[in-house]
Protein backbone atom coordinates (compact mmCIF):
# COMPACT_ATOMS: atom_id res chain seq x y z
CA UNK A 1 0.00 0.00 0.00
CA UNK A 2 1.53 3.63 -0.98
CA UNK A 3 0.30 6.76 0.23
CA UNK A 4 1.28 10.44 -1.03
CA UNK A 5 0.29 13.07 0.50
CA UNK A 6 -0.84 16.37 -0.98
CA UNK A 7 -3.04 18.98 1.46
CA UNK A 8 -6.08 17.80 1.69
CA UNK A 9 -5.49 15.07 -0.44
CA UNK A 10 -4.10 11.54 0.04
CA UNK A 11 -4.20 8.94 -2.39
CA UNK A 12 -3.66 5.24 -1.29
CA UNK A 13 -3.35 1.97 -3.61
CA UNK A 14 -4.55 -1.27 -2.13
CA UNK A 15 -3.27 -4.53 -4.02
CA UNK A 16 -5.29 -7.25 -4.44
CA UNK A 17 -3.49 -10.73 -3.54
CA UNK A 18 -5.87 -12.50 -5.99
CA UNK A 19 -4.45 -14.05 -8.73
CA UNK A 20 -7.06 -12.98 -11.28
CA UNK A 21 -6.66 -9.25 -9.99
CA UNK A 22 -4.09 -8.50 -12.52
CA UNK A 23 -5.57 -8.10 -16.53
CA UNK A 24 -2.74 -11.09 -17.38
CA UNK A 25 -4.08 -13.43 -14.89
CA UNK A 26 -7.68 -12.79 -15.57
CA UNK A 27 -7.24 -12.79 -19.37
CA UNK A 28 -5.40 -16.16 -19.01
CA UNK A 29 -7.93 -17.55 -16.70
CA UNK A 30 -10.97 -16.20 -18.72
CA UNK A 31 -9.89 -16.74 -22.39
CA UNK A 32 -9.16 -20.20 -21.22
CA UNK A 33 -12.37 -21.19 -20.40
CA UNK A 34 -14.80 -23.37 -22.31
CA UNK A 35 -17.28 -20.30 -21.69
CA UNK A 36 -15.11 -17.54 -22.29
CA UNK A 37 -15.21 -14.80 -19.74
CA UNK A 38 -13.80 -11.43 -18.82
CA UNK A 39 -14.57 -9.60 -15.44
CA UNK A 40 -15.93 -6.30 -16.34
CA UNK A 41 -13.84 -4.21 -13.91
CA UNK A 42 -11.17 -4.58 -16.49
CA UNK A 43 -13.38 -1.81 -18.77
CA UNK A 44 -12.38 0.96 -16.57
CA UNK A 45 -8.85 1.79 -17.73
CA UNK A 46 -8.69 5.24 -18.96
CA UNK A 47 -9.91 4.90 -22.49
CA UNK A 48 -12.76 2.92 -21.05
CA UNK A 49 -13.55 5.14 -17.84
CA UNK A 50 -14.27 8.05 -20.53
CA UNK A 51 -16.20 5.86 -23.16
CA UNK A 52 -18.10 5.16 -19.75
CA UNK A 53 -18.64 8.89 -18.76
CA UNK A 54 -20.43 9.29 -22.36
CA UNK A 55 -22.27 6.01 -21.37
CA UNK A 56 -23.89 8.40 -18.88
CA UNK A 57 -24.67 10.72 -21.32
CA UNK A 58 -26.64 8.77 -23.66
CA UNK A 59 -29.91 9.61 -24.26
CA UNK A 60 -30.68 5.56 -24.44
CA UNK A 61 -28.92 5.49 -20.58
CA UNK A 62 -31.40 6.13 -18.21
CA UNK A 63 -30.11 4.88 -15.06
CA UNK A 64 -27.22 7.63 -14.45
CA UNK A 65 -29.82 10.86 -15.51
CA UNK A 66 -32.62 8.75 -13.43
CA UNK A 67 -30.38 8.67 -10.56
CA UNK A 68 -28.99 12.00 -10.23
CA UNK A 69 -32.48 13.35 -10.58
CA UNK A 70 -33.58 11.51 -7.34
CA UNK A 71 -30.52 12.74 -5.45
CA UNK A 72 -30.94 16.09 -6.71
CA UNK A 73 -34.30 15.88 -5.20
CA UNK A 74 -34.13 14.12 -2.55
CA UNK A 75 -30.39 15.61 -1.22
CA UNK A 76 -31.08 17.01 2.17
CA UNK A 77 -33.92 14.47 3.28
CA UNK A 78 -30.81 11.58 2.17
CA UNK A 79 -27.97 13.20 4.33
CA UNK A 80 -29.83 14.06 7.38
CA UNK A 81 -31.06 10.12 7.20
CA UNK A 82 -27.05 10.24 7.31
CA UNK A 83 -27.13 11.43 10.84
CA UNK A 84 -25.16 14.44 11.70
CA UNK A 85 -20.84 14.85 11.74
CA UNK A 86 -21.11 12.58 8.83
CA UNK A 87 -17.98 11.37 6.43
CA UNK A 88 -18.05 9.66 3.36
CA UNK A 89 -16.77 7.04 1.77
CA UNK A 90 -17.90 5.98 -1.78
CA UNK A 91 -17.50 2.54 -4.11
CA UNK A 92 -16.91 3.14 -7.63
CA UNK A 93 -16.74 6.69 -7.04
CA UNK A 94 -16.15 7.33 -11.04
CA UNK A 95 -16.12 11.17 -11.81
CA UNK A 96 -17.79 11.55 -8.25
CA UNK A 97 -20.03 13.92 -10.56
CA UNK A 98 -22.95 12.36 -8.57
CA UNK A 99 -21.42 12.55 -5.56
CA UNK A 100 -20.94 16.37 -5.90
CA UNK A 101 -24.61 17.00 -4.91
CA UNK A 102 -24.56 14.53 -1.80
CA UNK A 103 -21.06 16.55 -1.21
CA UNK A 104 -23.00 20.07 -1.10
CA UNK A 105 -25.78 18.76 0.99
CA UNK A 106 -23.39 17.92 3.39
CA UNK A 107 -21.59 21.14 3.58
CA UNK A 108 -24.69 22.50 4.56
CA UNK A 109 -25.14 20.78 7.53
CA UNK A 110 -21.53 20.39 8.72
CA UNK A 111 -18.14 22.68 8.46
CA UNK A 112 -16.03 20.11 6.79
CA UNK A 113 -16.03 16.83 5.45
CA UNK A 114 -13.68 13.76 4.74
CA UNK A 115 -14.79 12.09 1.81
CA UNK A 116 -13.00 8.60 0.79
CA UNK A 117 -13.57 7.80 -2.79
CA UNK A 118 -12.79 4.24 -3.90
CA UNK A 119 -12.21 3.06 -7.76
CA UNK A 120 -10.53 0.55 -9.52
CA UNK A 121 -9.41 3.25 -12.16
CA UNK A 122 -6.71 5.06 -10.03
CA UNK A 123 -5.49 7.62 -12.94
CA UNK A 124 -9.38 8.50 -13.13
CA UNK A 125 -9.49 8.62 -9.72
CA UNK A 126 -7.01 10.67 -9.09
CA UNK A 127 -7.69 13.20 -11.94
CA UNK A 128 -11.50 13.39 -10.36
CA UNK A 129 -9.99 14.39 -6.57
CA UNK A 130 -7.48 17.01 -7.40
CA UNK A 131 -11.25 18.35 -9.13
CA UNK A 132 -12.76 17.95 -6.19
CA UNK A 133 -10.11 19.14 -3.85
CA UNK A 134 -9.79 22.10 -5.61
CA UNK A 135 -13.59 23.12 -6.08
CA UNK A 136 -14.26 22.50 -2.08
CA UNK A 137 -12.00 24.32 0.05
CA UNK A 138 -13.83 22.33 3.12
CA UNK A 139 -13.12 18.86 1.82
CA UNK A 140 -10.63 16.59 2.77
CA UNK A 141 -10.01 13.39 0.66
CA UNK A 142 -8.31 10.08 1.25
CA UNK A 143 -8.85 8.56 -2.34
CA UNK A 144 -8.50 4.82 -2.71
CA UNK A 145 -7.55 2.90 -6.12
CA UNK A 146 -8.33 -0.64 -5.54
CA UNK A 147 -11.48 -3.77 -5.88
CA UNK A 148 -14.45 -3.55 -3.74
CA UNK A 149 -13.63 -5.66 -1.51
CA UNK A 150 -9.64 -4.95 -1.35
CA UNK A 151 -10.62 -1.97 0.30
CA UNK A 152 -13.08 -2.58 2.58
CA UNK A 153 -11.11 -2.79 5.75
CA UNK A 154 -9.29 0.41 4.00
CA UNK A 155 -12.41 2.31 5.22
CA UNK A 156 -11.34 5.14 6.74
CA UNK A 157 -12.65 5.22 10.58
CA UNK A 158 -14.85 7.85 11.45
CA UNK A 159 -15.74 8.92 15.27
CA UNK A 160 -19.23 9.98 14.12
CA UNK A 161 -21.38 7.91 11.37
CA UNK A 162 -20.31 6.79 8.27
CA UNK A 163 -22.41 7.75 4.87
CA UNK A 164 -21.13 4.80 2.37
CA UNK A 165 -22.12 5.18 -1.03
CA UNK A 166 -22.61 2.36 -3.91
CA UNK A 167 -24.49 4.24 -6.61
CA UNK A 168 -25.10 4.43 -10.01
CA UNK A 169 -26.40 0.37 -9.78
CA UNK A 170 -23.29 -0.93 -9.58
CA UNK A 171 -24.66 -3.58 -7.44
CA UNK A 172 -26.41 -4.70 -10.58
CA UNK A 173 -22.89 -5.89 -12.20
CA UNK A 174 -22.46 -8.43 -9.30
CA UNK A 175 -24.19 -11.34 -9.45
CA UNK A 176 -26.76 -12.60 -6.39
CA UNK A 177 -24.17 -14.12 -4.07
CA UNK A 178 -21.59 -11.24 -4.97
CA UNK A 179 -23.79 -8.75 -4.33
CA UNK A 180 -24.63 -10.63 -0.97
CA UNK A 181 -20.99 -11.29 -0.42
CA UNK A 182 -19.98 -7.55 -0.79
CA UNK A 183 -23.18 -5.93 1.36
CA UNK A 184 -22.69 -8.20 3.92
CA UNK A 185 -18.73 -7.66 3.99
CA UNK A 186 -19.29 -3.98 3.74
CA UNK A 187 -22.35 -4.22 6.90
CA UNK A 188 -19.90 -6.18 9.41
CA UNK A 189 -17.26 -3.37 9.10
CA UNK A 190 -20.39 -0.51 9.50
CA UNK A 191 -21.28 0.86 13.54
CA UNK A 192 -24.52 1.00 14.03
CA UNK A 193 -24.65 4.65 12.90
CA UNK A 194 -23.49 3.98 9.51
CA UNK A 195 -25.31 3.91 6.84
CA UNK A 196 -25.09 2.52 3.21
CA UNK A 197 -26.79 4.38 0.43
CA UNK A 198 -27.09 1.86 -2.54
CA UNK A 199 -28.83 2.70 -6.02
CA UNK A 200 -30.02 -0.33 -8.28
CA UNK A 201 -32.04 -0.06 -11.27
CA UNK A 202 -35.63 -1.37 -11.15
CA UNK A 203 -37.61 -3.86 -13.42
CA UNK A 204 -39.17 -2.25 -16.30
CA UNK A 205 -40.07 -2.62 -20.35
CA UNK A 206 -37.24 -4.99 -21.88
CA UNK A 207 -37.10 -2.56 -24.67
CA UNK A 208 -35.93 0.29 -22.63
CA UNK A 209 -33.16 -1.69 -20.80
CA UNK A 210 -31.88 -3.11 -24.08
CA UNK A 211 -31.55 0.25 -25.98
CA UNK A 212 -29.51 1.72 -22.59
CA UNK A 213 -27.02 -0.85 -23.70
CA UNK A 214 -27.23 -1.19 -27.35
CA UNK A 215 -27.25 2.68 -27.94
CA UNK A 216 -27.94 3.55 -31.71
CA UNK A 217 -24.14 5.90 -31.60
CA UNK A 218 -22.59 2.37 -30.72
CA UNK A 219 -20.47 4.32 -27.53
CA UNK A 220 -21.59 0.97 -25.49
CA UNK A 221 -20.23 -1.25 -28.37
CA UNK A 222 -16.63 0.76 -28.20
CA UNK A 223 -16.38 0.58 -24.35
CA UNK A 224 -17.30 -3.37 -24.71
CA UNK A 225 -14.78 -3.89 -27.38
CA UNK A 226 -12.55 -1.78 -25.20
CA UNK A 227 -11.57 -4.82 -22.82
CA UNK A 228 -9.92 -6.25 -26.05
CA UNK A 229 -8.40 -3.03 -27.39
CA UNK A 230 -7.02 -2.94 -23.45
CA UNK A 231 -5.33 -6.56 -24.07
CA UNK A 232 -3.79 -5.45 -27.44
CA UNK A 233 -2.28 -2.08 -25.82
CA UNK A 234 -1.23 -4.04 -22.20
CA UNK A 235 -0.51 -7.41 -22.99
CA UNK A 236 0.29 -7.14 -26.74
CA UNK A 237 -2.57 -8.81 -27.60
CA UNK A 238 -3.53 -9.10 -31.46
CA UNK A 239 -7.28 -8.62 -31.56
CA UNK A 240 -8.76 -7.24 -34.60
CA UNK A 241 -11.57 -5.53 -32.99
CA UNK A 242 -13.70 -5.96 -36.29
CA UNK A 243 -14.19 -9.66 -35.94
CA UNK A 244 -15.81 -9.28 -33.07
CA UNK A 245 -19.65 -8.08 -32.43
CA UNK A 246 -21.52 -6.18 -29.04
CA UNK A 247 -23.98 -8.21 -28.20
CA UNK A 248 -26.19 -6.92 -25.22
CA UNK A 249 -29.66 -8.84 -24.69
CA UNK A 250 -31.81 -9.27 -21.77
CA UNK A 251 -31.69 -12.67 -20.27
CA UNK A 252 -35.15 -13.25 -18.60
CA UNK A 253 -34.72 -15.74 -16.59
CA UNK A 254 -31.79 -14.20 -14.84
CA UNK A 255 -33.29 -10.44 -15.21
CA UNK A 256 -30.30 -9.18 -16.34
CA UNK A 257 -28.27 -7.50 -19.67
CA UNK A 258 -25.77 -10.04 -20.59
CA UNK A 259 -22.65 -8.05 -21.86
CA UNK A 260 -20.97 -10.58 -24.79
CA UNK A 261 -18.24 -10.19 -27.56
CA UNK A 262 -19.52 -12.19 -29.86
CA UNK A 263 -16.61 -13.74 -32.53
CA UNK A 264 -17.67 -13.26 -36.23
CA UNK A 265 -15.18 -15.55 -37.44
CA UNK A 266 -12.86 -18.64 -36.65
CA UNK A 267 -9.70 -17.28 -35.14
CA UNK A 268 -7.04 -17.42 -33.46
CA UNK A 269 -5.87 -14.54 -31.51
CA UNK A 270 -2.11 -14.29 -30.00
CA UNK A 271 -1.68 -12.55 -26.79
CA UNK A 272 2.48 -11.90 -26.86
CA UNK A 273 2.48 -10.72 -22.66
CA UNK A 274 0.92 -14.53 -21.68
CA UNK A 275 2.98 -16.51 -24.97
CA UNK A 276 -0.57 -18.26 -25.57
CA UNK A 277 -2.81 -17.99 -28.72
CA UNK A 278 -6.78 -18.64 -27.98
CA UNK A 279 -8.92 -20.41 -30.56
CA UNK A 280 -12.40 -18.35 -30.87
CA UNK A 281 -14.87 -19.99 -33.48
CA UNK A 282 -17.55 -18.17 -35.70
CA UNK A 283 -20.22 -16.81 -33.27
CA UNK A 284 -18.71 -17.87 -29.98
CA UNK A 285 -19.36 -15.44 -26.95
CA UNK A 286 -16.84 -13.67 -24.59
CA UNK A 287 -18.94 -12.70 -21.52
CA UNK A 288 -18.22 -9.55 -20.31
CA UNK A 289 -20.67 -8.15 -17.93
CA UNK A 290 -23.78 -8.92 -15.93
CA UNK A 291 -26.03 -6.10 -15.72
CA UNK A 292 -29.16 -7.11 -13.12
CA UNK A 293 -32.24 -5.32 -13.13
CA UNK A 294 -33.79 -5.42 -9.43
CA UNK A 295 -37.32 -5.56 -8.14
CA UNK A 296 -38.37 -4.03 -5.13
CA UNK A 297 -38.42 -7.61 -3.14
CA UNK A 298 -35.67 -8.62 -4.86
CA UNK A 299 -33.24 -5.77 -3.79
CA UNK A 300 -34.99 -6.44 -0.43
CA UNK A 301 -34.08 -10.08 -0.22
CA UNK A 302 -30.51 -8.94 -1.06
CA UNK A 303 -29.95 -6.76 1.55
CA UNK A 304 -31.69 -8.76 3.92
CA UNK A 305 -29.63 -11.76 3.15
CA UNK A 306 -26.38 -9.85 3.92
CA UNK A 307 -27.92 -8.79 7.30
CA UNK A 308 -28.65 -5.10 6.55
CA UNK A 309 -32.04 -3.16 6.67
CA UNK A 310 -33.88 -0.59 4.53
CA UNK A 311 -34.08 2.38 7.11
CA UNK A 312 -35.47 4.67 4.00
CA UNK A 313 -35.65 5.08 0.09
CA UNK A 314 -36.51 6.93 -2.82
CA UNK A 315 -37.49 6.26 -6.12
CA UNK A 316 -38.41 8.76 -9.76
CA UNK A 317 -42.28 8.99 -11.03
CA UNK A 318 -41.61 5.91 -13.23
CA UNK A 319 -40.28 4.01 -10.50
CA UNK A 320 -37.51 3.51 -12.85
CA UNK A 321 -34.02 3.51 -10.28
CA UNK A 322 -34.00 3.24 -6.67
CA UNK A 323 -32.03 4.52 -3.64
CA UNK A 324 -31.96 2.43 -0.19
CA UNK A 325 -30.71 3.27 3.04
CA UNK A 326 -29.50 0.69 4.94
CA UNK A 327 -27.81 -0.08 8.36
CA UNK A 328 -26.79 -2.91 9.56
CA UNK A 329 -29.26 -5.14 11.47
CA UNK A 330 -29.20 -4.56 14.97
CA UNK A 331 -30.69 -5.90 17.99
CA UNK A 332 -32.97 -2.63 17.83
CA UNK A 333 -34.38 -3.36 14.05
CA UNK A 334 -34.13 -7.23 14.27
CA UNK A 335 -38.01 -8.47 14.08
CA UNK A 336 -38.80 -12.01 13.88
CA UNK A 337 -42.04 -11.30 11.87
CA UNK A 338 -41.75 -8.51 9.06
CA UNK A 339 -44.60 -7.25 7.05
CA UNK A 340 -44.44 -7.45 3.83
CA UNK A 341 -42.78 -4.48 1.89
CA UNK A 342 -45.13 -2.79 -0.52
CA UNK A 343 -44.76 0.56 -2.42
CA UNK A 344 -45.94 3.33 -0.60
CA UNK A 345 -46.73 6.86 -1.78
CA UNK A 346 -45.48 9.46 1.04
CA UNK A 347 -47.63 12.56 0.10
CA UNK A 348 -46.41 14.46 -3.40
CA UNK A 349 -46.86 13.02 -5.88
CA UNK A 350 -43.38 13.53 -6.96
CA UNK A 351 -42.19 12.11 -3.70
CA UNK A 352 -42.38 8.30 -3.15
CA UNK A 353 -41.20 6.05 -0.23
CA UNK A 354 -39.86 2.84 -2.63
CA UNK A 355 -39.91 0.29 0.22
CA UNK A 356 -42.14 0.55 3.10
CA UNK A 357 -39.56 -1.30 5.76
CA UNK A 358 -42.53 -2.45 7.91
C1 LIG B 1 -21.34 0.62 -14.12
N1 LIG B 1 -22.55 -0.14 -14.39
C2 LIG B 1 -23.59 0.14 -13.39
C3 LIG B 1 -23.04 0.00 -15.77
C4 LIG B 1 -24.35 -0.81 -15.96
O1 LIG B 1 -25.32 -0.22 -16.45
O2 LIG B 1 -24.38 -1.97 -15.60
C5 LIG B 1 -21.99 -0.46 -16.75
C6 LIG B 1 -22.46 -0.43 -18.18
N2 LIG B 1 -22.28 -1.40 -19.04
C7 LIG B 1 -22.79 -1.03 -20.20
N3 LIG B 1 -23.33 0.15 -20.07
C8 LIG B 1 -23.13 0.56 -18.81
Not at 30 to 56: H, M, N, V
Not at 166 to 175: K, P
Request: proline letters at 4%; charged letters at 30%.
Amino acid sequence: MTSRPAGRLRVIRVPSASPTSTLAGAVADGLGRRDKRLPCRFFYDEAGSRLFEAICKLPEYYPTRTEEAILRQHASDIVAAAGSGVALSEFGSGSSRKTRIIIEALLERQERLVYAPIDISLEFLEKSARGLVNRYRRLWLTAIGGEYNDAIPHLPKHAGPRLILFLGGNIGNLDRDEAVGFLGRVGRDMAPSDRLLVGFDLLKPVDVIVSAYNDAAGVTAAFNKNLLARINRELGGKFDLDSFEHHAPFVEEFSRVEMRLVSRRDQIVRIAALGRTFAFSKGEPIHTENCHKYSVDGFKAVASAAELDVRESWTDERRSFGLAMLARRGRDTCRLKRPRPTFKATGRTNRRTLIADG
